[in-house]
């Protein structure tokens, strides 16, 4: 699940090696960190939200499969 994450965010950042994703597991929850350059964070946010909440539809189908729920959240 981090490098479908990390592919995506790379391809949609203008510098990609600014993309850094941590990773945090409690319980049965699955808890992505990720961060990217400060130019960048409107490009993984999107217009209203709709890019980051696409990449958590995507996380959840992903993590589902896997049997385990997974959150993303962007920190600055």
Same mark, same amino acid.
């Not at 808890?31 to 130019?39: A, C």
């Not at 992903?62 to 959240?73: P, S, T």
């Given at each position: 699940? %981090? !490098?479908? @994450?990390?592919?995506?965010? *790379?391809?949609?950042? !203008? +510098?990609? $090696?600014?993309?850094?994703?941590? $990773?945090?597991? &409690?319980?049965? *929850?699955?808890?992505? +960190?990720? #961060?990217?350059? $400060?130019? !960048?964070?409107? +490009?993984? @946010?999107? %217009? #209203?939200? &709709?890019?980051?909440?696409?990449?958590?539809?995507?996380?959840?189908?992903?993590?589902? #499969? $896997?049997? *385990?729920?997974? @959150?993303?959240?962007?920190? !600055?």
């Amino acid at each position: 699940m %981090k !490098d479908f @994450i990390e592919f995506i965010a *790379k391809n949609l950042v !203008d +510098k990609p $090696e600014e993309v850094s994703i941590t $990773e945090e597991v &409690k319980d049965n *929850k699955v808890v992505f +960190k990720l #961060k990217v350059g $400060e130019s !960048d964070i409107g +490009k993984v @946010i999107g %217009k #209203k939200g &709709k890019t980051a909440q696409a990449l958590r539809t995507l996380l959840s189908a992903v993590g589902a #499969k $896997e049997g *385990k729920r997974a @959150i993303l959240e962007i920190v !600055d």
